[in-house]
């Protein structure tokens, strides 16, 4: 459910304390990261906090992809293809990442051989996380994948937001509180 990588994490920290080209920023609740359709100049590994990547459709619907936390990268895709984003990240909490600039990322990506294979890894969870999260989904009611998320992650009313949830699951937010309702009689 939220999303954590702590390899990734640890290694930056490391790059960080030894003055490496890594700087760390802090962002409030409810701050664009990164917009869909937007250049973007930097790649992020989140230290502390949630954030929501999210994509939002031509119609105004917003699918939200996944949640990340410590240790999760975002940003490298658009750094590496140099395209425009295509989705969204925002912080949901209160959030702290390392930041890496384009050219200290692709320098990084090319004389580092323990920065590349974690970046690697990072992008081949990625995919596989989401192909068994969208079979998952597609095979089971949205109450048990609810129920799913509630168990992975026992604070999740209290962290994430309802809407951002119901575009999670892909339903409606009155189907969110009707399934929310059957739960608790």
């Known amino acids: 459910m939220i999303r954590e990588n702590p390899a990734l994490l640890q ?38 906090g949630i954030a929501k990547c999210f994509h939002r459709e031509n ?25 425009l984003s295509f989705s969204s990240i925002e912080a949901i909490t209160h959030l702290s990442a390392f930041r890496m600039n384009q050219e200290h990322f692709h320098n990084l990506l090319r004389s580092d051989p323990r920065f590349n294979t974690l970046i690697m890894e990072t992008l081949a969870n990625k995919v596989r996380y989401k192909a068994l999260r969208h079979a998952h989904n597609q095979s089971h009611p949205a109450a048990d994948n ?17 809407q951002d949830l119901s575009d999670y699951l892909g339903i409606t937010l009155r189907s969110l509180n009707r399934i929310l309702k059957g739960i608790d009689h």
């Open 11 to 48: 290694y930056l920290a490391q790059l960080h304390q030894s003055n490496g080209p890594v700087t760390v920023t802090d962002f409030h609740p409810k701050t664009e990261i990164i917009s869909q359709e937007k250049n973007v100049k930097a790649a992020f590994v989140i230290t502390a």
């Open 59 to 83: 119609n105004g619907k917003i699918f939200v992809q996944e949640f990340f936390g410590p240790g999760e990268l975002f940003g490298e895709i658009e750094l590496i293809r140099q395209s």
């Open 146 to 162: 609810l129920l799913r998320l509630q168990q992975s992650f026992p604070d999740l009313f209290h962290t994430i937001p309802k």
